[in-house]
């Protein structure tokens, strides 16, 4: 009789692993800085209706999991002989640096206008 349920309990059994693989899990916190402003993260202005942009900047936890995923390393000039690890994507848009002490930092920003993503930081 045992026989006859098994197909039933293999099944019971798999599925709450299979779950458990496919599922990102809750959203987590993050320590995250940000900065509404215009013109341009090299000569910031107050923002206006015309021109508002924001700059994210994301450390701990979540900047290493991001800098993690996004690999390789890539070269940067701003950072080159200081021991830093650099990663990014979208033309720089979306940076992530592994500092020599092993501190995470990434940044990333939007046009609030177009809602194109931009530069979050600048060298």
């Known amino acids: 009789m045992l026989n006859k349920f098994a197909p039933l309990i293999a099944i019971a059994v798999f599925i709450p ?4 693989q496919t599922d990102p899990g809750p959203y987590k916190k993050a320590e995250t800085r940000y900065l509404i402003y215009g013109g341009s993260l090299g000569d910031m202005t107050a923002p206006t209706k015309s021109d ?21 390393d ?31 930092h990434c940044s990333f920003g939007f046009d609030l206008r177009t809602g194109k993503s931009i530069p979050g930081s600048i060298c």
Do not use: M, Q
């Open 17 to 20: 692993v299979a779950d458990a």
């Open 52 to 72: 508002k942009k924001i700059a994210f900047s994301i450390e701990g936890k979540a900047a290493r999991e991001l800098f993690e995923a996004i690999g390789p």
């Open 74 to 104: 890539k070269k940067d000039a701003c950072l080159e002989g200081t021991g830093a690890r650099v990663r990014h994507r979208n033309d720089e848009n979306l940076e992530c640096v592994r500092s020599k002490e092993g501190e995470y």
